[in-house]
């Protein structure tokens, strides 16, 4: 990671939202082919420096956050089983509130988060959400009842809710269609990497911290995995960029070579007032609510991963084990998720990697379910839930593509991703509830038929969503304002200008 330079005298403060900071480069990134084709030249060189500036600082700390992330929303499960239950004299039924609380903020919160992340520094509003949501963790150490878990599991979805979207969207910012895939998948894997991990950490706090400074495990487990998510939210101030035409800690030629890179893709990245016509981007055409079908189809198939140790559990497995086996199941699907992810960029495909890995999530599925009418013998259990991990990081994949789709107009990409993975998430919860219920484990019958019925509808779904983009059926559009809010930012390039506005 090269050091970070800031280049304060070349750039000026305006308002970060809706115009961008004025600077005049003092380094020029052309070529003489310019002179006989219009695409601007982008030196290899240069850009190879700001990609990995990029990884080492952006790609890296979103995967750590995203990580504390699942650490923190998780838990829950790991602190009932190491004594609050009894503790707190709770239930079954306290429980699953406690999960739908944090639900309710989480859903509510994610379209203003993303909206309000255009018009303000992702910088510093990023890592404040990180740094709260560990504290609201840390704090449920000192609950005393199922009221008090209920309120600040309300305030953990709300704390959580504009981190997802919001780091898809910067990512989507940053990154061109040839290197978004992969980094988005990257950054998604700290869902597997959490869940192969969380159970490991909480049993170490289980086995070491117990009674420690005469608190139980469960008050230690809230306290420090919240800790790890501050700690982490605090590193995200140093090493966060803003938008590219306003990364103080980019040099001007990296600068200048960010806003080419999005801008010759057709991506807009500086925020216009909101009106009626984003709405309209986002209502009015198909693909936002395509994409929350399509999201809800992918995520239903997720269930046989999340429920792999109760299945081995009930097939008589030792607790332990059940829980261990987690570990390699979601390493193995972070690893194809990453592979996914770079195929999808190799070949500049996003519709037929989500639909052929959807085809191959059916296929499993069917056969988990015919066979034995879905009392499957332990080694298909095994390669069945291995093979299915490469459907965890599909709904990333298609927030990147959705990041691609809503290109042309800044404000309606951060609505549209935002729609559609709070919608994306709430809907495949009231599937659940009747399909993958725990008392059918370790069969899952019903479970496993309908996932495998959603996952075949994810594929026509995903092609549909294709041949509506191959022949342009009502695009998302840039948004003009009547009233000019963005300005113009001219820099010298080859001869030319590149201009930071809003595509026509």
């Known amino acids: 990671m090269g050091v970070p330079t800031t280049d304060s005298a070349n750039s000026s403060s305006s308002n970060q ?83 739908t609380m944090f639900f309710i903020g989480y859903i509510v919160l994610q379209i203003p988060g993303n909206i309000i992340i255009t018009k303000f520094s992702p910088r510093l509003l990023l890592p404040s959400v990180v740094i709260t949501w560990g504290a609201v963790v840390s704090f449920m150490a000192l609950i005393q009842d199922y009221k008090s878990l209920w309120g600040l599991r309300l305030c953990l979805g709300l704390a959580e809710a504009a ?47 117990h009674g420690a400074g005469g608190l139980p495990a469960w008050k230690w487990l809230f306290i420090i995995e919240g800790l790890i998510g501050v700690v982490i939210g605090v590193l995200g101030f140093f090493l966060l960029p803003n938008f590219p035409h306003n990364t103080k800690w980019l040099t001007e030629e990296e600068r200048v070579l960010a806003v080419t890179r999005v801008q010759t893709q057709g991506k807009q990245v500086v925020s216009n007032a909101y009106n009626w016509r984003t709405v309209a981007n986002v209502m009015a055409t198909p693909y936002s609510w395509l994409m929350i079908i399509n999201f809800a189809c992918i995520y239903i198939g997720n269930n046989m991963s999340l429920n792999f140790a109760i299945i081995l559990r009930d097939m008589g497995y ?52 015919v066979v034995n009418k879905g009392d499957n013998p332990a080694a298909l259990v095994f390669a069945g839930t291995y093979a299915i991990t490469a459907n965890i990081s599909m709904t990333a994949l298609c927030l990147a593509w959705s990041n691609e789709i809503y290109r042309s107009d800044h404000n309606t990409r951060a609505v549209a991703i935002a729609f559609i993975n709070a919608i994306g998430n709430l809907a495949p919860n009231f599937v659940n509830v009747r399909a993958w219920v725990v008392s059918d484990s370790p069969d899952f019958w019903l479970g496993k038929a309908t996932s495998a019925g959603m996952s075949f509808a994810s594929v026509a779904l995903t092609i549909f969503i294709w041949f509506l983009l191959r022949i342009q059926f009502m695009v998302p559009k840039a948004v003009e304002n009547e009233k000019s809010d963005a300005v113009e930012e001219e820099s010298s390039v080859g001869g030319g200008s590149n201009k930071i506005q809003n595509p026509a």
């Open 17 to 99: 939202g809706s115009t961008a900071d004025h600077y005049k480069p003092t380094a020029k990134i052309s070529s003489p082919a310019e002179d006989q084709n219009d695409a601007p030249y982008i030196d290899p060189v240069v850009q190879k420096r700001l990609v990995r500036k990029l990884d080492m600082r952006m790609l890296i700390w979103s995967f750590l956050a995203y990580f504390a992330n699942l650490l923190d929303r998780n838990n829950l499960q790991n602190a009932f089983t190491m004594g609050m239950e009894e503790d707190l004299d709770l239930n079954s039924s306290v429980y699953n509130w406690a999960v």
């Open 318 to 369: 030792p607790v332990s084990f059940s829980n261990y086996m987690n570990t390699p199941a979601y390493i193995f699907g972070a690893v194809i998720a990453i592979a996914i992810g770079w195929s999808s960029d190799k070949t500049g495909d996003r519709a037929f990697h989500v639909a052929g890995t959807q085809l191959w999530v059916g296929i499993w599925f069917l056969i988990l379910a």
């Open 163 to 209: 981190f997802y979207p919001g780091m898809i969207f910067l990512l989507g910012s940053w990154y061109t269609k040839e290197e978004l895939g992969k980094r988005t998948m990257f950054f998604a894997t700290g869902n597997q990497v959490s869940g192969a991990f969380g159970g490991l950490i909480a049993g170490g706090i289980a086995d070491t911290m």
